[in-house]
């Protein structure tokens, strides 16, 4: 079975975990490897998923398993713009969840931070399909976050020189 086909039965598996038990559908913001496999922009190897802390409810942590390996990131250690969700895309496969992937723009700001080669790799590939523009535009919304961590902004800042040189942004 492929990565792409794998990471769908397991989110397929969140979901009658969570009708089983009668768990109220809610929303999950998906970003790293496992959305942009999911979005079809890259394909490379990767069974984890990474999706920001909407404060779940501990209930839902027999629906998450189903996941396998997962990081829930916290939002203000997350480099982010507060305007994700209006940029994020709707996997309609999904009919119970609401399994949103961030945009390539979004994915793309939210890798600056680390900058390591597996995120490079994904920027080369994610930056031929994205706005250079909108890139900048969330690239300021997140230095502009009062709630972001002060070390979080400045590893951000730190690599952002690194970043524009590379990609021209």
Not at 1 to 15: C, F, G, S, V
Not at 41 to 55: E, Q, V
Not at 59 to 66: A, D, H, N, P, T
Not at 76 to 96: G, M, Q
């Amino acid at each position: 079975m492929n990565i792409r086909k794998q990471l769908e039965e397991y989110i397929l598996d969140m979901e009658k975990v969570a009708r089983t038990f009668e768990i109220e559908p809610f929303d999950i913001y998906l970003l790293g490897g496992s959305a942009c496999i999911l979005g079809g922009f890259i394909d490379r190897a990767t069974r984890d998923f990474d999706f920001i802390d909407l404060n779940y409810p501990s209930r839902l942590g027999k629906v998450f398993v189903q996941l396998r390996n997962f990081d829930m990131l916290e939002y203000e250690s997350t480099t982010v713009s507060p305007k994700y969700k209006e940029r994020a895309i709707k996997l309609e496969k999904f009919k119970y969840l609401n399994i949103y992937l961030l945009s390539v723009e979004d994915i793309i700001v939210s890798k600056i931070i680390r900058l390591e080669q597996k995120d490079l790799q994904d920027i080369d590939e994610l930056i031929k399909v994205a706005d250079k523009k909108l890139i900048n535009r969330i690239i300021d919304e997140v230095l502009n976050r009062s709630d972001l961590y002060e070390s979080k902004k400045e590893q951000f800042t730190k690599q952002l020189p690194s970043f524009r040189g590379r990609y021209h942004v």
